[in-house]
């Protein structure tokens, strides 16, 4: 059985920072493309930063986090992060993890295997 638990959200005032996790079970976790997703209240869900799988060498960013946000992974963690610096109130949503398989980085999210519950991230002003 797969699963994905994210962890590490929480409420933050702007401008502080936050490191999400997001631990995979059930899966060769390094054959899989790895991106964090986020929906904001009212609105559809978006891709944040996704990293490929271990041999595609890809990492791209939703412009909007470009410079404040890090993906990252830990095969031997089968774990996935995602560093947010300098976040801002339009930061406030719930992030998901979601897993490709042999995936190579791509934003549509109807590609994507599998996803976490999501944790809640929250950046007041």
């Known amino acids: 059985q797969v699963q994905l638990v994210e962890s590490g959200g929480g409420l933050v005032q702007a401008g502080d920072s936050l490191r999400l996790s997001c631990v995979a079970s059930?899966?060769?976790?390094?054959?899989?493309?790895v991106a964090w997703f986020r929906q904001a209240p009212g609105k559809q869900r978006e891709l944040v930063a996704v990293?490929?799988?271990?041999?595609?060498?890809?990492?791209n960013y939703a412009d909007s986090v470009k410079g404040r946000f890090t993906i990252s992974r830990d095969n031997a963690q089968n774990t996935v992060y995602l560093q947010m610096n300098s976040l801002r109130p339009g930061g406030t949503a719930v992030y998901y993890c979601?897993?490709?398989?042999?995936?190579?980085?791509?934003?549509?999210?109807?590609?994507?295997?599998?996803w976490g519950q999501g944790t809640q991230v929250t950046v007041s002003s």
């Open positions: 059930g899966v060769p976790f390094s054959t899989y493309a």
């Open positions: 990293i490929s799988h271990s041999h595609g060498g890809r990492i």
């Open positions: 979601a897993l490709e398989k042999y995936g190579l980085g791509r934003k549509d999210e109807s590609v994507y295997d599998y």
